[in-house]
């Protein structure tokens, strides 16, 4: 009977954290996801007319490495807590200075989104795209890798709709 409890404790916990990170899909990273298998065939005038000059290059073996960087700063509001805090202004209260209700605000967060996009060209075709990156989180870096590739992604015909 306790196994049987534990096993649904579990499940029902998995089942939670699943729709969790459904709620907090990320389009952008999926489409980036997507660059990595559509982009493989596109010709070297293609990416470099519609991605751009890249930051750096390097040619191995005739194997071409075109690395681009895409690095943007996010600023994340702060959020007001709930705590006991001093010094509320409210001079026709009693406990006037003391007290439990909206404290002081967080101070708003800064963090780095980057991504490094290194696509591998032989022959004149795109063979392969690596991402990486510091970005914290894989989300987070995937959806600044986007932007490397947004505009090549226009290109592609039957890139309506990513297919579920």
């Known amino acids: 009977m306790v196994s049987r409890l534990k096993t649904g404790v579990r499940l029902a916990a998995g089942a939670a954290a699943l729709l969790g990170l459904a709620a907090c899909a990320n389009p952008q990273a ?8 559509a982009f493989v065939g596109m010709p070297k005038q293609t990416l470099l007319s519609c991605a751009g000059v890249p930051t750096r290059t390097a040619t191995v073996d005739n194997v071409e490495y075109f690395t681009y ?7 994340i509001p702060g959020s007001p807590r709930f705590s006991a805090a001093y010094g ?14 909206p404290g002081p605000f967080d101070y708003p967060e800064t963090e780095t989104r980057d991504c490094q996009a290194t696509f591998t060209v032989k022959d004149g075709v795109v063979q392969r795209i690596v991402y990486g990156g510091a970005s914290q989180g894989p989300s987070a870096r995937l959806g600044q890798c986007y932007r490397i590739v947004e505009n090549c992604l226009a290109l592609i015909p039957q890139q309506g709709q990513l297919q579920r």
């Open 30 to 37: 999926d489409q980036a996801l997507y660059a990595q298998q």
């Open 69 to 75: 960087t895409s690095e943007r700063l996010v600023t």
């Open 88 to 101: 509320f202004y409210r001079p026709w209260s009693p406990w006037y200075g003391y007290g439990w209700g």
